[in-house]
């Protein structure tokens, strides 16, 4: 070989080397919120902003949603192969499509925001003063797919209930204009929706379904089954760049919120800023998290979590908790620690 041909073999070789390097480096993954960017996505962004998806090698997509519970069918199907959705509801999915094994990896509100939200000129107060009342929810709310769970725990009598399915968009408005009496929603959603329809703060009444009798879990990031298989260290690396993320928001949520507001412009920024500190506060910080670190579940919570989904919804394919949730890509507890 001449000084020049080898010279010119060695170029393609580092060529090459440069092009596969570039390929592992940087792996293309789309991720699908639950619904907007506003503060409770901090994390995702902080792991964006901060490069601690880079340092894995990801390129990361975020995306809006279409709500917690839809948006499972978008990771069966393959369109997003990382999603955040409710876990109660993944549990109804898998248990109706038993062929499509989309499983949770790591849980970020481990106290679920379902909440039903009221002014307090209606006297709710407790769920019995919900008997004769207007219920205004979303057919694909997650706090809604957990209604007839906190009417059994609760022994009230949901006949008394008129329920009118309402739009996300609309939800709020309408109890603010009095169409409804009390809505179905993440509490530090419709909290903070009813404040920009000028309701003030003293004025709303927050009814936490986890505060009633419900053992259940929240939000999680899912995988696609397919793409967990193919890609085991794409799916670590994700989680792991997350709990990252989550951690930093927890540390500093006035530095993290910078990073939804560059992706939110008309946002309030004094409003997605308290949204944030209370998804941190009420549902992803809780003092099991403090004590056991970010992303895991207790096995045993999430199997008499879905022995209370049973209570109220008929299985066929009752999945068990391990069919639901995997520890397999989390990074050691030491790592995920506060």
């Known amino acids: 070989m001449t ?106 509100y481990d106290r679920p925001p379902f909440s039903l939200v009221s002014l307090k000129k209606t006297g709710i107060k407790t769920p019995k003063d919900l008997e004769g009342k207007i219920f205004g929810a979303p057919a694909a709310d997650g706090a809604f797919a957990q209604w007839k769970a906190f009417v059994k725990e609760n022994k009230f009598d949901d006949s008394k209930v008129k329920i009118e399915n309402v739009g996300f968009p609309v939800r709020e408005p309408m109890l603010a204009q009095g169409k409804v009496d009390f809505i179905a929603g993440f509490s530090f959603s419709s909290f903070f929706n009813l ?41 670590q690396g994700f989680v792991r760049a997350t709990i990252k993320g989550v951690i930093d928001t927890a540390k500093n949520p006035e530095e993290a919120i910078k990073s939804v507001m560059k992706r939110n412009e008309t946002g309030d920024l004094a409003i997605e800023l308290a949204r944030l500190k209370m998804s941190l506060r009420d549902n992803m910080i809780t003092p099991w998290v403090q004590a056991n670190g970010v992303g895991g579940v207790d096995m045993e919570r999430l199997t008499k979590s879905i022995d209370q989904i049973a209570d109220t919804y008929e299985f066929k394919n009752r999945p068990t908790a391990a069919d639901i949730f995997s520890n397999d890509f989390l990074p050691p507890a030491s790592e995920r620690k506060l």
């Open 3 to 108: 000084k020049l041909s080898f010279k010119a073999a060695f170029a393609a070789i580092a060529v090459i080397s440069c092009s596969t390097y570039g390929a592992t480096a940087q792996t293309a993954v789309k991720f699908a919120l639950d619904w907007k960017f506003e503060g409770p996505s901090a994390p995702y962004f902080v792991a964006i902003d901060k490069g601690y998806y880079k340092a894995e090698g990801l390129d990361v997509t975020v995306d809006t949603g279409p709500g917690s519970v839809q948006g499972i069918a978008r990771v069966a199907a393959g369109t997003y192969p990382l999603g955040f959705f409710d876990i109660n509801s993944l549990v109804k999915f898998r248990d109706q499509q038993p062929d499509q094994k989309v499983t949770a990896v790591m849980m970020v």
């Open 195 to 235: 404040m920009q329809n000028n309701i003030k703060p003293d004025d709303i009444s927050v009814m936490l379904m986890s505060d009633h009798g419900l053992v259940l879990y929240g939000n999680a990031i899912m995988v696609n089954p397919d793409f967990a298989k193919a890609n085991p260290k794409v799916v």
